[in-house]
């Protein structure tokens, strides 16, 4: 099982709309496709119309007794679930910090998710912690999506620093331009130059546009409302590039 991470430390920036895109183009691939909503805003279980609750809470999924299956939840579209996300993940760093071992029991939770699963989205809450530090050694990708603006671009850089300078397994990280305005030249100037970037950014870019918003209006993917717009063909682009790299 292949287990991607939407993440950046910085906020606002389309992690949530990613995740829940990508992982709907990757069920409509014909891969068996879970989400985990680690965010305790729980956005991507709002899309889906899944209650954001977890019996017995974060701590007790990541526990031996917590049994992950029991959590899952389908969504309308086939070969699609849920890890509804929970409030109680605000503490996640806290959970983390007081376990014992806590990517090993990371790795164990996943490894059980593996036997019904090709691919594991993780929509993560933007911060950088100790939570964070256990994901980086159980994902194969960080899927990380970047606006072209300064501060946004300034993140990845520090993103590119920590990820050198710490022990442990480093994951592949693939950076994308998210919520591109042509209309600012700013945005422009910057996705006309992306070998500026600490990270090579991978072709497909993301528009700022109504449709991605209308998300929330719809609680739905992006294509299966409006399939022939320019935001659902460009997730199916990214989610292209994203496999091809990871094969």
Known sequence: MKVLACYNIKGGVGKTAATVNLAHDSARQGARTLI????????SSFYFRVKPKVKGGFKRLLMRKGRPENAIRGTDYEGLDLIPADFSARHMDITFDRTRKPTRKLKRLIKRLAKEYDVLFLDCAPSIGVGSEALFDVVDALIVPTIPTTLS???????????????????????????VDGRKAMHRKICKHPEDLAYEPLRARIPYASTVEKMGVHRAPVWAFAAGSKPAKAYARLGKEIREELE
Do not use: Y
């Open 36 to 43: 985990w909503d680690l965010d305790p805003q729980g956005a």
């Open 153 to 179: 671009v300034n993140t990845l850089r520090q993103l590119k620093k920590h990820l050198k300078g710490r022990r442990g397994r480093a994951p592949l990280v693939l950076p994308f331009f998210s919520m």
